[in-house]
């Protein structure tokens, strides 16, 4: 069926991705304010979330190369998000949804391969 939208893990795993980042973006203005790169880097990961969303949604049976490169860069950027983190001993419970989310979604892609 070309061009039917599919609901996948890899869909659900990056709308739940693109969630938690818009509501931390909402939650957290003032600290945005505060470090405008902070306000690029959650604007920035939240439209890869919402990228993703779209092309594992729009991807039919097999998974195109641009929907495992998106879920593959969220996959680092989010790990890397998560070691920095871990580094500066802030990491706490909703640190680590991201990169579980991100994994869920590149190993549907990935299998969808």
């Avoid at 790990?79 to 869920?104: D, M, N, Q, S």
């Amino acid at each position: 069926m070309s061009g039917s939208r599919h609901f996948r893990p890899a869909t659900g795993a990056a709308l739940l991705g693109a969630v938690d980042t818009a509501t931390f973006m909402i939650t957290r203005r003032a600290k945005s304010r505060a470090r405008p790169g902070r306000a690029a880097g959650n604007a920035g990961l939240l439209i890869l979330w919402l990228a993703l969303t779209a092309r594992s949604a729009a991807d039919g049976e097999r998974t195109s190369t641009p929907t495992v490169a998106l879920a593959s860069g969220l996959l680092a950027a989010n790990l890397a998000l998560l070691a920095v983190h871990v580094r500066a001993r802030v990491a706490g419970p909703r640190v680590y949804i991201a990169p579980v989310l991100a994994a869920a979604a590149l190993s549907d892609v990935l299998r969808r391969r």
